[in-house]
C-alpha cells in the first residue's frame, strides 16, 4: 500500500529545491563545427583537361558531402548526445538544424556546471538563411539556460562555493520529421537531491513559426481533455501492472498532491512512430523516484482533433 505521508513529503522536498541543479557532468567535451568549402577555379586543370562548369559542381557538391561526413564523424566519436541529436538529420537539405552550440564550465569548490547551448539554424526551401526564424529559437533558447546559469552563478556566491550543489544542461533532437523539428533540453541539478526538468521547442519547417502545443490541433477541440485522459488511464494501467510505479493520481486522502492535468504549456514531441509524447519533469506527475515521465498517446486518441500535416514522417 501507498505510503502517502512520505509521498507528500517527496513532493514538498522537491519543491523547496532552488530550481536550477544537476547530475554528473554529462559532457565534457565542446565541438565547433564550422566547415567552409573552398571555391574551385574553373581553369583548374585535371589530367591534362580543363573542368567544365558541369563537373565543377558536382566536385562542390561532392567536395561539401564529404564535409558534412567527416563533421558527422567527429561529432559521433566526441559526443553522444550530439550524435543522437544529429542522425536523423539529413547530409544535404535539411532546413532546421543544429549548427553549432557554446559551453559554460564551472567548478567552484563543491559545485560546478556544465551547459551546452544549442545554436539553430533555419533555412527557407529555397536554402536561404531565415534570420528571423533563428533568432527568435535561439533567443530563446539562450534566455532559459542563462537563467539556469544565472542561478548558478548566485548560488555559489550565496554559499561561497560551498552548497554541493551540480548543475547539468545538454540538449537533443526529438522531433525531424518533414514539417516539424523539436529541440529539447534537459536540465539536472543535484543538490540533497536531484531535480530534473524539461524544455521542448518546435519550429514549423514550412513556416519557420514557433509552435505550440494548440497549434497542431484542431481549433474547437476539447484536446486538452482527451490528452488528460489518456494519461491518467496510462498511469492507472501502470500502476496495476507494477506495484513499483506510483503515480500522483486517485489519491482520496491528499487530494492537492493529485496531478491536475494537461495544460498548454506541456512539454511534447513527436516521435519516430509518428506518434505524440508528453515529458513531464521530475516530481510532476510522480514520486522522485520514478524519475521524469513520459506518455505516448495512441494516434487514435487524437485522431479527429490533430492536424495531420505535423505528423507526417
Same mark, same amino acid.
Given at each position: 500500500?501507498?505510503?502517502?505521508?512520505?509521498?507528500?513529503?517527496?513532493?514538498?522536498?522537491?519543491?523547496?529545491?532552488?530550481?536550477?541543479?544537476?547530475?554528473?557532468?554529462?559532457?565534457?567535451?565542446?565541438?565547433?563545427?564550422?566547415?567552409?568549402?573552398?571555391?574551385?577555379?574553373?581553369?583548374?586543370?585535371?589530367?591534362?583537361?580543363?573542368?567544365?562548369?558541369?563537373?565543377?559542381?558536382?566536385?562542390?557538391?561532392?567536395?561539401?558531402?564529404?564535409?558534412?561526413?567527416?563533421?558527422?564523424?567527429?561529432?559521433?566519436?566526441? $559526443?553522444?548526445?550530439?550524435?543522437?541529436?544529429?542522425?536523423?538529420?539529413?547530409?544535404?537539405?535539411?532546413?532546421?538544424?543544429?549548427?553549432?552550440?557554446?559551453?559554460?564550465?564551472?567548478?567552484?569548490?563543491?559545485?560546478?556546471?556544465?551547459?551546452?547551448?544549442?545554436?539553430?539554424?533555419?533555412?527557407?526551401?529555397?536554402?536561404?538563411?531565415?534570420?528571423?526564424?533563428?533568432?527568435?529559437? $535561439?533567443?530563446?533558447?539562450?534566455?532559459?539556460?542563462?537563467?539556469?546559469?544565472?542561478?548558478?552563478?548566485?548560488?555559489?556566491?550565496?554559499?561561497?562555493?560551498?552548497?554541493?550543489?551540480?548543475?547539468?544542461?545538454?540538449?537533443?533532437?526529438?522531433?525531424?520529421?518533414?514539417?516539424?523539428?523539436?529541440?529539447?533540453?534537459?536540465?539536472?541539478?543535484?543538490?540533497?537531491?536531484?531535480?530534473?526538468?524539461?524544455?521542448?521547442?518546435?519550429?514549423?519547417?514550412?513556416?519557420?513559426?514557433?509552435?505550440?502545443?494548440?497549434?497542431?490541433?484542431?481549433?474547437?477541440?476539447?484536446?486538452?481533455?482527451?490528452?488528460?485522459?489518456?494519461?491518467?488511464?496510462?498511469?492507472?494501467?501502470?500502476?496495476?501492472?507494477?506495484?513499483?510505479?506510483?503515480?500522483?493520481?486517485?489519491?482520496?486522502?491528499?487530494?492537492?498532491?493529485?496531478?491536475?492535468?494537461?495544460?498548454?504549456?506541456?512539454?511534447?514531441?513527436? $516521435?519516430?512512430?509518428?506518434?505524440?509524447?508528453?515529458?513531464?519533469?521530475?516530481?510532476?506527475?510522480?514520486?522522485?523516484?520514478?524519475?521524469?515521465?513520459?506518455?505516448?498517446?495512441?494516434?487514435?486518441?487524437?485522431?479527429?482533433?490533430?492536424?495531420?500535416?505535423?505528423?507526417?514522417?
Amino acid at each position: 500500500m501507498r505510503d502517502i505521508v512520505e509521498i507528500s513529503k517527496m513532493k514538498q522536498d522537491y519543491e523547496t529545491i532552488p530550481i536550477p541543479l544537476d547530475l554528473k557532468q554529462r559532457v565534457k567535451e565542446g565541438i565547433a563545427q564550422a566547415k567552409k568549402e573552398e571555391d574551385e577555379e574553373e581553369g583548374k586543370i585535371m589530367k591534362g583537361k580543363k573542368i567544365s562548369k558541369k563537373a565543377l559542381l558536382g566536385l562542390k557538391i561532392s567536395g561539401g558531402a564529404v564535409a558534412a561526413i567527416v563533421a558527422l564523424a567527429l561529432i559521433s566519436n566526441l $559526443n553522444a548526445p550530439a550524435a543522437r541529436a544529429m542522425e536523423n538529420i539529413p547530409l544535404l537539405g535539411s532546413i532546421v538544424k543544429v549548427v553549432t552550440f557554446r559551453t559554460f564550465e564551472s567548478s567552484d569548490k563543491e559545485m560546478s556546471a556544465n551547459v551546452k547551448i544549442p545554436e539553430v539554424e533555419v533555412r527557407d526551401s529555397s536554402g536561404k538563411k531565415n534570420d528571423a526564424a533563428t533568432k527568435k529559437i $535561439n533567443d530563446a533558447v539562450d534566455q532559459y539556460t542563462q537563467k539556469i546559469i544565472e542561478q548558478y552563478k548566485e548560488d555559489v556566491i550565496a554559499t561561497n562555493g560551498e552548497g554541493r550543489e551540480e548543475v547539468s544542461v545538454d540538449y537533443q533532437v526529438v522531433t525531424d520529421n518533414r514539417r516539424l523539428y523539436s529541440l529539447k533540453i534537459d536540465t539536472v541539478i543535484a543538490l540533497n537531491t536531484s531535480g530534473i526538468t524539461v524544455k521542448i521547442y518546435h519550429i514549423d519547417k514550412e513556416t519557420g513559426k514557433m509552435v505550440q502545443l494548440k497549434d497542431i490541433f484542431k481549433e474547437g477541440t476539447k484536446y486538452l481533455q482527451a490528452l488528460t485522459e489518456e494519461i491518467k488511464n496510462q498511469m492507472r494501467q501502470r500502476m496495476a501492472e507494477d506495484d513499483q510505479e506510483m503515480y500522483f493520481i486517485d489519491d482520496e486522502d491528499m487530494p492537492e498532491i493529485n496531478w491536475k492535468g494537461l495544460t498548454e504549456d506541456a512539454n511534447f514531441y513527436i $516521435n519516430k512512430k509518428g506518434n505524440l509524447v508528453f515529458a513531464f519533469d521530475k516530481y510532476e506527475v510522480a514520486p522522485g523516484y520514478m524519475g521524469a515521465c513520459e506518455f505516448e498517446i495512441p494516434q487514435g486518441v487524437i485522431s479527429g482533433m490533430v492536424k495531420g500535416e505535423y505528423f507526417v514522417k
